[in-house]
């Protein structure tokens, strides 16, 4: 499964590579293994540790044409304001 998506997470593109071996793409199942969603390859993705927590909360999720969704209800109401630590590159 790894392969097919070449180690790096399909929504953000990360590869977690350290020195050149990847050690932070995980398999995510589209379709929860507890809602009846299977092993197969075609239930399966390569995501972030991040974006595997945040598909598993439903904060994301993936359309049948392998879209990526976003819950309505996980969209901030209004722009935080900045953190005191961040710097000028936006870096906290």
């Known amino acids: 499964m790894f392969t097919v998506f070449e180690y790096r997470c399909a929504f953000c593109g990360f590869d977690g590579l350290l020195g050149g071996r990847p ?43 392998r879209r990526i969704t976003v819950s309505a209800g996980s969209l901030p109401a209004a722009p935080r304001a900045a953190s005191p630590y961040s710097t000028s590159s936006g870096i906290t």
């Open 23 to 65: 050690v932070g793409p995980e398999a995510a199942h589209v379709r929860l293994w507890s809602y009846g969603g299977s092993d197969q390859l075609d239930n399966l993705i390569c995501l972030c540790t991040i974006h595997h927590k945040l598909l598993d909360k439903g904060v994301f999720g993936v359309s049948d044409d």
